[in-house]
């Protein structure tokens, strides 16, 4: 097969555009009395913020404008996310900042939970106390804060809700982690279907069109037209191109670096282990579960990010998607001073290479540009060691 990296649809949005576009879509729906709820991490259980009648909208940002004027506060040396995400808020710069009627942060890394701390003096920030075990103990704990996080979306929105708006929203929820997951899993097949980057961009994206519903169809249909693509045109071919897996930090202020690039080389990207990627979807909430919030605690507790110790279950279960995925190697992007996958990085590598025997890369990086030729070097230098 050819050495091309796979090509995206003619209608596909990048990023940055989906972004832009939703800012017109949220100012319209404010107009209309929309509530908004601004949240940075995956742990949030957004369920709740459905149940309240609002819309969520994520607030962690993947550019690097903002982050000199976030150093005029915050030190230089931290996640890019972090400085970002501050420097929007400071100066005024994100509409989705704006909109929120109530942004809510995490204890989730210390960079992060201090600087909800800062970013309170720009705009309320309700902070969720987020425990870093999975003990019956700590998700008693979880399951009180998530109960705290219901009150405060009562008392900001005037508005009481009640346990079948939350298992209404549950049910929402779980059926887009499905649909997310379904097209995510196209990665499994071989030769692979789609590209890592459209993979990628499509779901972070789609954050911004804020109608669940609405989001679950597109990808479902995005999810048929691959699939039927691939039985007439790629289904019992052989390919040369080396099958990779992309984990660690969330990646999309760096996507366009590493995974375009990565695929333009010669490599199809076709498993994602990152918050957005596969991590959050890989556990539904139980509606079988008597007890709502019990159910919302667990599963969350269960995300898998490096911020929870310890954290044996990313590593069992990228060995499986390992396998699953049929990958020849795997690539670990952590952002500068993101210590929780730095350190863990260590166990990733050691699974990688000594459990699975395939090369493993470690990309520390910035949202900068300054690097990329660096990367460029040492991406092509990574193609080279794979066995395929
Ligand atoms: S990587 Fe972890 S801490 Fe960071 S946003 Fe994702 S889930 Fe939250
Ligand atoms: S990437 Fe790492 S340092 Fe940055 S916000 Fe997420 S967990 Fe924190």
């Known amino acids: 097969m050819e050495k091309t990296a796979i090509k995206l649809p003619p209608n596909f949005e990048s990023y940055d555009q ?15 009395g929309a509530r908004v709820v601004g949240s940075f991490c995956t742990f949030i259980p957004l369920e709740l913020v459905y149940a309240a009648g609002a819309l969520p909208v994520g607030l962690c940002a993947f550019t690097e404008e903002p982050i000199p004027a976030a150093e005029t506060n915050l030190p230089r040396n931290l996640c890019p996310l972090i400085k970002a995400s501050y420097g929007f808020a400071l100066t005024d710069t994100c509409p989705y ?42 998700v008693a704990f979880w399951r009180e804060e998530i109960i705290a996080f219901q009150k405060k979306l009562e008392s ?39 590209s890592g980057y459209e993979m990628g961009t499509r779901v972070d994206a789609g954050s911004f069109s804020f109608d669940l519903e609405q989001r679950c169809a597109a990808v479902e249909q995005r999810t048929e037209e691959i ?30 670096k590493i995974i375009r690039t990565v695929e333009e080389l010669g490599a199809d990207v076709v498993a994602i282990d990152t918050c957005s990627g596969v991590r959050e979807k890989i556990e539904l909430v139980d509606e079988n579960d008597p007890d709502v919030y019990h159910a919302l605690a667990k599963k969350y507790l269960n995300i898998n990010c490096s911020v929870m110790s310890p954290n044996e279950s990313r590593r069992e279960y990228m060995s499986k998607m390992i396998d699953e995925y049929h990958v020849d190697g795997v690539i670990e992007i952590v952002l500068q001073s993101c210590h929780t996958f730095d350190v863990e990085a ?4 050691k699974m990688v290479t000594e459990e699975k025997g395939l090369p493993y890369l470690n990309i520390e990086t910035d949202y900068s540009q300054a690097d990329k030729g660096q990367i460029n070097t040492r991406l092509a230098a990574f193609l080279e060691t794979i066995d395929k």
């Open 18 to 32: 989906a972004r832009q576009a939703g800012f017109l879509r949220m100012k319209e729906l404010k107009e209309k």
């Open 97 to 138: 900042f704006y909109f929120s009627d109530l942004v809510v942060g995490e204890t989730t890394c210390d960079g992060k939970k201090k600087m909800f701390e800062l970013l309170n003096e720009i705009k309320e920030t309700y902070v969720m106390q987020l425990p870093f075990r999975r003990t019956e103990q700590d």
């Open 156 to 194: 900001v929105f005037g508005v009481t809700i009640t346990e079948d708006d939350i298992r209404k929203a549950i049910h929402l929820k779980n059926h887009e982690r499905q649909v997310m997951l379904r097209y995510l899993e196209l990665g499994k097949l071989d030769p692979a279907p789609l």
């Open 227 to 256: 699939l039927a693509d691939w039985e007439a045109n790629y289904k019992g071919k052989s390919s040369e191109r080396p099958r990779l897996l992309v984990t660690g930090c969330p990646n999309a202020g760096v996507r366009e």
């Open 346 to 349: 260590y166990y990733i590598k």
